[in-house]
């Protein structure tokens, strides 16, 4: 069963490109953030704890005053804006809008999307609710810790064990929780204890899917660093040479950084739909099973 759903899901994906349109739409803003979240902190950690790369704050000087220089700063704040926008309010919907589009009902993109407006702020606790429990988040505040040295402390390195853990149970614990919010209407912890009960009576369906999700997860963000580090590569050696100043280079950086993210985001929108189309087969099966 677990290898039929795996080839159903690839076929799906492969078959279904509006699927990989909704799936862009879904996850676009919110990789966006992903990304700048982690070179931010990962350039900060290079430079401040190992001095080998510039702050990420003297780029950001350049940015700006590029910006003022060409007139282009309000667009900036626009941009920012809708991705702020679209990360913490939109994505609870979009994410909604897939599943009930897996399930059949309004094949219409649009349509789908209105239909689960109306149960916006149950997802949206449940995300608010992930946020400490996501593997992201704790990857994150890891990193962080190292480089403000306070990781060696023994009491700490005991507390992120017992944090990774209760990442760890919770993503397999939570597996099936958004679908169990937006396919049966149940509330936030209804879900939650619901889905637990799915994942201890299909323990090791489950957990197979997880170890898959975690790996392609991690190795993504690990391609993602190296390949969005380019720009910033063209930065530092614009400062080696100080030829910085040229419109000519930040041209050359603002077009790469665009392709850049936009080739990333659109491969993460294929990985998202496919884990977003096994995890919806997956629960089917399991509760068709349990049902019986």
């Known amino acids: 069963m677990f290898k039929k759903i795996l080839r159903e899901s690839i076929t799906k994906i492969i078959e279904d490109t509006r699927l990989i349109r909704l ?15 982690i070179v931010w902190n990962v350039n900060n950690l290079l430079t401040y704890r190992y001095e080998k790369w510039i702050p990420m704050s003297k ?50 993109t649009w349509k789908v999307i209105w239909k689960w407006i109306n149960d916006f702020f149950v997802m949206f606790e449940f995300d608010a609710m992930l946020f400490s429990f996501g593997l992201f988040t704790f990857l994150i505040t ?14 700490i390195v005991i507390l992120i064990i017992i944090w990774w853990i209760a990442v760890f149970l919770a993503i397999v614990l939570w597996s099936y929780a958004k679908f169990i919010i937006v396919l049966e209407w149940k509330t936030v912890f209804e879900s939650i204890k619901r889905s637990a009960s799915l994942t201890i009576m299909n323990f090791w369906t489950t957990i197979k ?38 419109k000519v280079i930040w041209y050359v950086v603002a077009i790469s950084v665009i392709i850049l993210i936009f080739l990333m985001a659109y491969i993460n929108a ?16 399991i509760t068709e099973e349990t049902d019986k």
Request: one cysteine or more; hydrophobic letters at 60%.
């Open 23 to 37: 799936s862009f739409l879904v996850t676009f803003c919110h990789f966006v953030s992903i990304v700048y979240l």
């Open 59 to 108: 780029a950001l000087e350049y940015i700006l005053n590029w910006s003022q220089d060409n007139n282009m700063t309000i667009a900036i704040i626009i941009v920012v804006a809708i991705i702020f926008l679209w990360y913490s309010l939109l994505y609870p919907i979009w994410e909604a809008a897939m599943i009930h589009y897996l399930n059949g009902e309004w094949q219409r």
């Open 142 to 155: 890891t990193l962080r810790m190292y480089m403000l040295y306070i990781i060696d402390n023994t009491f």
């Open 209 to 246: 899917f997880v170890v898959i999700q975690l790996f392609l997860t991690i190795r993504f963000l690990i391609n993602a660093i190296v390949i969005m580090w380019i720009p910033f590569l063209i930065v530092y050696i614009a400062i080696w040479f100080n030829i910085i100043e040229s």
């Open 270 to 285: 294929i990985i998202e739909a496919f884990f977003m189309t096994y995890r919806y087969k997956v629960y089917k099966w």
